[in-house]
């Protein structure tokens, strides 16, 4: 499992998209229980072709949860595909889900490659954290290369949503 694994990352390194994608879900057959993670890379694949149908499968497959490595993906896709209402909604749930959404953005529309890599755990990432968003960028900088406005979009966007929420008299929440 682990030498298909090595391939499937592999494929990905040399930019083997569709080759990387169709290992994958070799992958998946081969352990549905996924302790590799392989449907996390494999959520970012499709983001990358734009692929809804099989992301939203992918997603619905492990249970829909709001998890960060399922909803920045699906942000970046619609984002790529100019539907913008959907990538809001989805960058709102990861914004519940992991409350340093907004810093990450920051930071990557910044380019600031130093300051995500000092955000890194050092053993790994506790979810719902930046260190899980700097993972999922460390492991996909394909997908950040292929949209390089997605991040200043994206924390533009979380600001504003930030200013309104503010701005809310108390008897309106």
Request: charged share 25%.
């Amino acid at each position: 499992m682990r030498v298909c694994y090595t391939y499937f990352q592999t494929l990905i390194e040399c930019g083997m998209m569709r080759c990387a994608i169709n290992e994958g879900e070799r992958l998946l057959k081969l352990s549905e229980g996924d302790s590799l993670g392989v449907r996390y890379q494999l959520m970012h694949l499709y983001a990358y072709t734009e692929d809804e149908m099989h992301a939203l499968a992918l997603h619905k497959k492990y249970g829909g949860y709001e998890e960060t490595q399922m909803l920045l993906p699906l942000a970046i896709l619609y984002y790529k595909q100019n539907q913008f209402d959907k990538a809001k909604d989805y960058l709102n749930r990861l914004a519940k889900v992991n409350r340093d959404t907004k810093k990450f953005m920051r930071l990557e529309a910044k380019h600031d490659g130093y300051s995500l890599r000092m955000e890194q755990g050092m053993y790994g990432y506790r979810p719902g954290t930046i260190e899980e968003l700097v993972d999922a960028y460390l492991n996909s900088t394909y997908l950040f290369n292929a949209t390089p406005y997605f991040s200043q979009w994206a924390y533009q966007y979380l600001r504003t949503q930030t200013a309104s929420k503010k701005k809310k008299p108390k008897n309106e929440e």
